[in-house]
């Protein structure tokens, strides 16, 4: 596609519930990359894809979130039995090489009640 | 203290203006320095991409590294209300390490 697709755009969910967050990334980009965004912060880096090399998961603030890459295109990020404080915008992004500009997608605004 | 700094306003200028937005950060093995730009409910998009210090102009936006003082600015004259928007500094050592971003700067341009 012409950006960086991510699905659901909005989630609501209720504590203890496992969501799942999905990206399309931009035909032929290499690298994929999450990043948490929450109210009046910056974007926090979760985790990092780069082509078939191991994923850099120093982000990743508990063992609660996980994240895949099926055939090095689209990106799973997991989060098991939800909390109030990962309620956040979770931003998608790619790039053709690591230290290129990234291109992000618009966002899944995940909601914990 | 916070790897990279970054004033989070709000900032609020009378269309023409000339506006200033800075980050300061502490990590000396940065080497590429980018600005984006996100509007509400948007994912940031890419304004400005430096290597290493110097200036670089487009169109209306200046962006400046000075690597000795650890500072970089985005300039943006003739400020348009268009431009309101949040906006996020952004940086890396390498190509294998993510972009660490400022906590973003927002700013609203008065018409």
């Known amino acids: 596609g012409a950006g960086v697709s991510q699905s659901p755009s909005n989630k609501v969910t209720e504590k203890g519930k496992d969501v799942e967050l999905r990206c399309d990334p931009i035909?032929?980009?290499?690298?994929l990359y999450w990043y948490r965004q929450s109210l009046g912060q910056g974007l926090e880096f979760l985790i990092y894809?780069?082509?078939?090399?191991?994923?850099?998961k120093s982000g990743l603030p508990s063992d609660r979130f996980s994240a895949e890459r099926t055939g090095g295109s689209v990106s799973t990020l997991t989060i098991q039995r939800t909390q109030q404080e990962d309620s956040a915008v979770y931003l998608c992004?790619?790039?053709?090489?690591?230290?290129?500009?990234?291109?992000f997608g618009s966002g899944t605004r995940l909601t914990v009640v | 203290q916070k790897e990279v700094e970054q004033d989070p306003g709000p900032l609020s200028v009378p269309e023409g203006a000339i506006v200033s937005l800075n980050c300061t950060y502490s990590?000396?093995?940065?080497?590429?320095f980018m600005w984006y730009r996100q509007y509400s409910r948007k994912g940031p998009e890419l304004l400005m991409y430096?290597?290493?210090?110097g200036n670089k102009e487009d169109g209306r936006f200046t962006a400046q590294v000075d690597k000795s003082s650890k500072y970089i600015s985005l300039f943006i004259r003739d400020s348009q209300p268009s431009d309101s928007a949040t906006y996020l500094c952004?940086?890396?050592?390498?190509?294998?390490?993510?972009?660490?971003f400022g906590k973003g700067t927002r700013l609203s341009v008065i018409a």
């Open positions: 035909s032929g980009h290499t690298a």
């Open positions: 952004a940086m890396s050592g390498s190509g294998n390490t993510p972009l660490v």
């Open positions: 894809f780069q082509g078939n090399s191991a994923p850099d």
């Open positions: 990590n000396s093995a940065f080497q590429y």
């Open positions: 992004a790619s790039s053709l090489a690591g230290n290129a500009g990234y291109t």
């Open positions: 430096t290597y290493s210090s």
